[in-house]
């Protein structure tokens, strides 16, 4: 199992910045799929982004791509979401996951088996 807890959220106007983080414990972080979603208030959850275990290929929404940027520094035990260029569209609780099935990158929330708690993001005009 992996435990995990997001932080860097909070208030930032239109056209700023914000860097989430995942601190992962537990298992080896390493051999899990890392995923970010986000739920606005009255949504279903959403895909934003997702990397695979070695950090090599990436997956983004339409929505945040070219906008937002997912990594991971295995040794840290760390999964970064780096968003650019915020839009008031963007305001969300943001969670990140894990999935522990090899050798996919999947979209949909219930593929991942662990999440973080979520961390609020507000984009104001």
């Known amino acids: 199992q992996v435990q995990l807890v997001e932080s860097g959220g909070g208030s930032m106007q239109a056209g700023g910045s914000l860097t989430l983080s995942c601190a992962a414990s537990g298992d080896s972080f390493g051999g899990y799929t890392m995923g970010w979603f986000r739920q606005a208030a009255g949504k279903e959850r959403e895909f934003v982004a997702t990397i695979t275990r070695n950090g090599r290929t990436t997956s983004y929404a339409d929505a945040v791509k070219g906008r937002f940027t997912i990594s991971r520094d295995n040794a840290k035990n760390t999964g970064i979401l780096h968003m650019n260029s915020l839009k008031p569209e963007d305001t969300a609780v943001y969670y990140c996951?894990?999935?522990?099935?090899?050798?996919?990158?999947?979209?949909?929330?219930?593929?991942?088996?662990?999440w973080g708690q979520g961390t609020q993001v507000t984009v104001s005009t």
């Open positions: 996951a894990a999935d522990a099935f090899p050798f996919r990158l999947s979209r949909i929330p219930r593929d991942y088996e662990y």
